[in-house]
């Protein structure tokens, strides 16, 4: 698989086969996130994987799921995430720039999932205080995300926007994501209206 061909592959996965991932792979996973760019190279960003059966529920409990297609968007028993990978960013090393670090970090993990047959979700609405507490992170982190994995049990297509951005699954449980076009979004040289 090509670079072009990988990314043109990612789209977020949210029903998973209950296949645990071996550990040596979500090392894997977050040795890729630790390779990407970093601003000035502070690198502020630390890694913390959650795989242990135990708690994968708790953690499950804790994340908002596809507000769009609500509730068909959340993963069912039989469905949900085998493991997770929690992006933290150090306060002692925080910068105006971290959140570009993470943003970068986070894509190699999705991709890099991609190559092992994983699928990802990469969540934001997270319910920081109680993983926090739950999974004893101490204070010196900013939880930023988390990137939920497992294999994938789910089909989901690009196609291009067509009046909306809205994701959205078929009748036959396929999730389509519009993305704009790349001629409503590439400007060359000046941004005059015209494309």
Not at 28 to 43: F, H, K, M, W
Request: net charge neutral; with cysteine.
């Amino acid at each position: 698989m090509t670079i072009k061909e990988a990314i043109r592959m990612r789209r977020t996965i949210r029903k998973y086969k209950q296949e645990r991932i071996p550990l040596e792979v979500l090392k894997e996973l977050v040795d890729g996130a630790r390779l990407a760019p970093s601003a000035t190279n502070r690198q502020p960003l630390e890694y913390l994987i959650v795989e242990d059966p135990s708690l994968l529920e708790p953690v499950f409990s804790t994340l908002g799921w596809a507000g769009y297609i609500r509730p068909y968007g959340t993963p069912k028993e039989g469905e949900k995430p085998t493991a997770y990978i929690v992006v933290l960013i150090n306060r002692e090393l925080d910068s105006a720039w971290a959140k570009h670090d993470v943003g970068a970090a986070v894509e190699n993990i999705l991709l890099g999932a991609l190559e092992y047959g994983i699928g990802s979700c990469w969540i934001g609405s997270v319910d920081r205080d109680r993983l926090r507490e739950m999974l004893q992170i101490p204070d010196k982190y900013i939880i930023d995300c988390v990137v939920a994995l497992g294999y994938a049990a789910e089909k989901s297509v690009v196609e291009d926007e067509q009046g909306s951005i809205r994701y959205y699954k078929d009748e036959n449980g396929v999730l389509h994501v519009p993305k704009r076009r790349l001629k409503d979004i590439m400007h060359v040289n000046r941004i005059n209206g015209d494309k």
